[in-house]
C-alpha cells in the first residue's frame, strides 16, 4: 500500500523559510518510473503545483515560484524534502505531496497523495 | 504556461442525474496527459482519470472521461451521494503543470 504524509511547522513568520518533509512508504524513489511531486491549496482556492524530483534526481519547479523552491529526496529514509524561502502571508496554505507513477506510454500522472499539512505565515 | 479553465465554476444537480464537467486548455494537451481529480472537504484531491479517458483504481464505470486537443470532458452518468464533490482538471503534458480552478458539484 502506498502511503505519503506530510510534516512541518503550522506556522512561520513572514520572511522565514519553510521546510516540509514528504515521508513515504510502499514505493521506492530509486525505483525507475518514480516521482514526488509538491502541490499547495490556499484556503478556498485551487490547487497549485510547485515541483517534482524524479527517481534519477532530475528536478523541476514552478516558472513562478524557482528562486524560491528546492526540492530534494533521501531514498535512504524514503523522504522527499521542499523548502520555500521568504515566505509571506500569500503562501498561506495546505502543502500536499503526491506519488507520480509513469505509464507504460512513459508519462508520469499524480496516483496517490498525502493528507496535506497546513501552513500559515502571519506574525 | 497551459491555463485551463473550468466550466461551469458549479452545478446543482440532483442524485441519479446526469453531470457534464468541462475543461478547455489555452493551447493543445496531449491526449495521454489529462486527468481529473474529486476533492471533498477536509480532503486530498482523489485520482480520478488519467491520459483523458483511463480510470484509476477503484473509480466506477459511472465516471468517465473523453475529449482531445483542447476540450475534455468528465461524466458522471448518474449522481451517487458520494459524487458531490469539487472536481479539477489537470495537465501533465508540459513542464509547468497547471490544474483548472474547479466545479463544484452540489446537491439540489
Known amino acids: 500500500q502506498v502511503t505519503l504524509k506530510e510534516s512541518g511547522p503550522a506556522l512561520v513568520k513572514p520572511t522565514q523559510t519553510l521546510t516540509l518533509t514528504c515521508t513515504f512508504s510502499?514505493?521506492?524513489?530509486?525505483?525507475?518510473?518514480?516521482?514526488v511531486s509538491w502541490i499547495r491549496q490556499p484556503p478556498g482556492k485551487a490547487l497549485e503545483w510547485l515541483a517534482h524530483?524524479?527517481?534519477?534526481?532530475?528536478?523541476i519547479y514552478s516558472t513562478s515560484l524557482r528562486t524560491r523552491l528546492t526540492i530534494s529526496k533521501d531514498t535512504s529514509k524514503n523522504q522527499v524534502v521542499l523548502t520555500m524561502t521568504n515566505m509571506d502571508s500569500v503562501d498561506t496554505a495546505t502543502y500536499y505531496c503526491?506519488?507520480?507513477?509513469?505509464?507504460?506510454?512513459?508519462?508520469?500522472?499524480?496516483?496517490?497523495w498525502g493528507k496535506g499539512t497546513t501552513v500559515t505565515v502571519s506574525s | 504556461e497551459i491555463v485551463l479553465t473550468q466550466f461551469p465554476g458549479s452545478l446543482s444537480l440532483s442524485p441519479g442525474e446526469r453531470a457534464t464537467l468541462s475543461c478547455r486548455a489555452s493551447?493543445?494537451?496531449?491526449?495521454?496527459?489529462l486527468a481529473w481529480f474529486q476533492q471533498k472537504p477536509g480532503q486530498a484531491p482523489r485520482l480520478l482519470i488519467y491520459?483523458?479517458?483511463n480510470r484509476a483504481t477503484g473509480i466506477p464505470e459511472r465516471i468517465s472521461g473523453s475529449g482531445s486537443g483542447r476540450d475534455f470532458t468528465l461524466t458522471i452518468s448518474r449522481l451517487e451521494p458520494e459524487d458531490f464533490a469539487v472536481y479539477y482538471c489537470?495537465?501533465?503534458?508540459?513542464?509547468?503543470?497547471?490544474f483548472g480552478q474547479g466545479t463544484k458539484v452540489e446537491i439540489k
Open positions: 493551447h493543445s494537451v496531449g491526449s495521454n496527459y
Open positions: 491520459g483523458t479517458s
Open positions: 489537470h495537465q501533465y503534458g508540459s513542464s509547468q503543470r497547471t
Open positions: 503526491a506519488r507520480e507513477t509513469s505509464s507504460s506510454e512513459g508519462y508520469y500522472y499524480m496516483d496517490v
Open positions: 510502499g514505493f521506492s524513489l530509486s525505483a525507475s518510473g518514480m516521482r
Open positions: 524530483v524524479d527517481w534519477d534526481d532530475d528536478k
